[in-house]
Nanobody
Framework: QVQLMESGGGSVQAGGSLTLSCAFSIPTSARNCMGWFRQGPGKERERVALIHSGFTGTYYDDSVKGRFSISQDNAKKMLYLRMNSLKPEDTAMYYC?????????????????WGQGAQVTVSP
């Protein structure tokens, strides 16, 4: 059974740090790319960071580049998002996702499996 479960969300003050974790149960062939997305109140779900499972290539949205870091531990079946220097505009529900075909443009619609989400709230 395919499953993704996020943990590690919470509330922090601006400038603080959080690490999100995602425990996944997905066949290797079905998760060629994994990533983190977020959705703020009244906003569309947006891509935050991606990682290619085979080659560890990564992608970051400009809004988080230099502050967030994505990593994956295939042995533990875990995906992580380390978030530093958090800003109030980072407040959102964060989702872990997996894409089977890993085809561009790798937006939300290109991902096949999703977790339930973890809330991150950053206060000024």
């Amino acid at each position: 059974q395919v499953q993704l479960m996020e943990s590690g969300g919470g509330s922090v003050q601006a400038g603080g740090s959080l690490t999100l974790s995602c425990a996944f149960s997905i066949p290797t062939s079905a998760r060629n790319c994994m990533g983190w997305f977020r959705q703020g109140p009244g906003k569309e779900r947006e891509r935050v960071a991606l990682i290619h499972s085979g080659f560890t290539g990564t992608y970051y949205d400009d809004s988080v580049k230099g502050r967030f870091s994505i990593s994956q531990d295939n042995a533990k079946k875990m995906l992580y998002l380390r978030m530093n220097s958090l800003k109030p505009e980072d407040t959102a529900m964060y989702y872990c996702a997996a894409s089977t075909w890993c085809r561009a443009p790798l937006l939300a619609a290109d991902f096949d499996y999703w977790g339930q989400g973890a809330q991150v709230t950053v206060s000024p």
